[in-house]
């Protein structure tokens, strides 16, 4: 049975943003390799999650970084204490679907970002490819 749980996306905020000068021309048929990194960050009281997405672009053999930005996306989750784990309250154990939502809809945002600050850029073309948010390693969120 899947219960439904509702949440809302309430913030996103820019971490960091940056484009390494050095790259002014790169070949036009640069291919870029992107280094996905999400990490969750939990509140509970506040019933707050925020997933932080950081993605390094770099050069196809990953010796050169052309850029990198980071973000997190705000979550309000209704009732997160009722996802508490039993053996450690400071964990949380939520359903496998509701991360990969969650996960989804950060790439997704990051993508957009992305694709606004490196506009006009070394890095224009250079557009975080869609990637299932599930291929993704589950670790358990902390406060």
Same mark, same amino acid.
């Given at each position: ?6 949440? %809302?996306? /309430?913030?996103?905020?820019?971490? +960091?943003?940056?484009?390494? *000068? %050095?790259?002014? !021309? ?16 939990? =509140?509970? *009281?506040? %019933? ?9 672009? /770099?050069? +196809? =053999?990953? %010796? ?13 989750? +209704? ?24 996960? !989804?809809? !950060?790439?997704?945002?990051? #993508? ?6 490196? #506009?006009?850029?070394?890095?224009? =073309?250079?557009?975080? *490819?869609?990637?299932? *948010?599930?291929?993704? !390693? ?6």
């Amino acid at each position: 049975m899947n219960k439904e749980i509702k949440f %809302q996306i /309430t913030n996103i905020d820019l971490l +960091e943003a940056t484009l390494n *000068p %050095q790259n002014k !021309s790169l070949e036009e048929n640069q291919v870029f390799n992107y280094d996905i990194n999400l990490e969750h960050k939990i =509140n509970i *009281p506040e %019933q707050v999650l925020i997933v932080i997405c950081q993605v390094m672009i /770099t050069s +196809e =053999n990953k %010796q050169e970084i052309f850029g990198k930005y980071k973000a997190g996306c705000v979550f309000q989750i +209704e009732n997160l204490e009722n996802f508490k784990s039993k053996e450690d309250e400071n964990k949380l154990d939520l359903p496998n679907n509701l991360i990969v939502t969650l996960n !989804s809809v !950060s790439i997704s945002t990051i #993508r957009g970002m992305m694709a606004n600050f490196y #506009r006009g850029t070394s890095l224009h =073309n250079a557009i975080l *490819p869609i990637i299932n *948010p599930a291929s993704f !390693s589950k670790e358990s969120a902390k406060n």
